[in-house]
């Protein structure tokens, strides 16, 4: 913001003399904080009055998009062409086959990227946007229905639409009432209202999500199974229950997991001893070359199965306040996996 526009804005608050005036410069942190207050009202009651318009044109508008065959095709210019952007993402992500289209672009070509079983959102604060209502007679030849979001419902788009959004606000909170501030803030929510009503019909669940999110710590989260981590084969401590504690300690250093499983003779998991059963034993001044290890084993242990979600073993360990769980299968111990595994694997 520049010294004109700052001393316009006092003006709009204050009275025009000198002094005010001199209140109202890039150095007073209040005249600063009071700016950015203002802008956070007043785009704030811009969201709240969505609120009323949620109703049967808002219904009829997402039972457009659960009926289409094909894609929905977000268009809009300029900040509306940003905003669309960002919905048309958010719907993607979230189950509905979705992509932008640059209505100035599409004039020269790209309306072919258009076809039928396809479902338009046009966004234009005015409802006046040429290259948009360019595109109208088009779009209306390949019967492909429009939902509009303006903020003038008595305009060309507005009255051209299948469906008619208002997304109308009563200013803007750029103090000359020019910049689009209140107005895409207003499209961006209601755009969102729409991906996750969509989601919610679907019945979008969490696994689906991840499927478009594979690559972030979302996606790990929510897709990465034990069987990816454990540490199985040649790598599993384990030892006979007839084994010495001294056999079990040179067990957990060969394998350097802090543990290790025990097992019957039917080599079914009868337990565990970790650095902590370690510990406790020492204290008790245990000969470890004499001491069975099922004298001082622990026998009870938390076991999970390969095929759960690294998350979910990662809440059993926070849960339970330890740093490993056994894997098994049909009770026999098939890995081990660690906290550690978690951590590199980006799950915590």
């Avoid at 001199?22 to 785009?43: F, R, S, W």
């Avoid at 100035?104 to 966004?123: F, Q, Y």
């Avoid at 306040?321 to 081990?336: D, M, Q």
């Amino acid at each position: 913001m520049n010294t004109d526009n700052a001393e316009y804005l006092c003006q709009l608050e204050r009275s025009n003399s000198m002094e005010s005036r001199l209140d109202c410069g890039p150095d007073n942190t209040e005249y600063l904080c009071q700016l950015g207050l203002k802008v956070i009202e007043i785009e704030t009651q811009a969201v709240a009055g969505l609120s009323a318009r949620i109703g049967e044109t808002y219904a009829n508008a997402c039972r457009l998009l659960l009926a289409c065959k094909g894609r929905v095709i977000i268009i809009g210019m300029g900040k509306s062409g940003h905003i669309g952007r960002k919905i048309a993402s958010t719907l993607a992500s979230t189950g509905t086959a979705s992509y932008f289209v640059h209505p100035a672009e599409a004039s020269h070509g790209d309306i072919g990227m258009l076809t039928p079983g396809d479902v338009v959102i046009a966004i234009s604060n005015s409802g006046e946007t040429a290259e948009i209502l360019t595109l109208l007679p088009i779009i209306k030849l390949l019967d492909i229905p429009i939902i509009a979001m303006t903020g003038k419902p008595k305009s060309t788009l507005a009255d051209y639409a299948t469906v008619h959004l208002n997304i109308s606000v009563d200013k803007e909170a750029c103090p000359l009432g020019l910049a689009p501030t209140s107005s895409t803030t207003a499209a961006l929510v209601m755009g969102d209202a729409i991906a996750i009503t969509l989601l919610g019909a679907r019945g979008f669940k969490a696994n689906d999500f991840a499927r478009f999110h594979p690559g972030g710590s979302l996606g790990r989260r929510l897709l990465l199974r034990i069987e990816g981590l454990m540490h199985a084969g040649n790598q599993l401590p384990c030892i006979s229950e007839d084994c010495l504690l001294s056999e079990a300690l040179v067990e957990m250093t060969r394998k350097s997991l802090g543990m290790t499983t025990i097992v019957d003779k039917e080599e079914k998991l009868c337990g565990i001893f970790t650095d902590g059963d370690l510990r406790r034993t020492l204290d008790q001044n245990v000969d470890i070359h004499n001491t069975p290890i099922k004298k001082v084993m622990t026998k009870k242990c938390r076991t999970i199965s390969k095929d759960i979600l690294a998350a979910e073993a990662l809440k059993i360990m926070e849960q339970h306040k330890i740093t490993s769980l056994v894997v098994i299968e049909n009770k026999i111990p098939i890995g081990v996996v660690h906290m550690h595994d978690l951590l590199r694997a980006g799950i915590c």
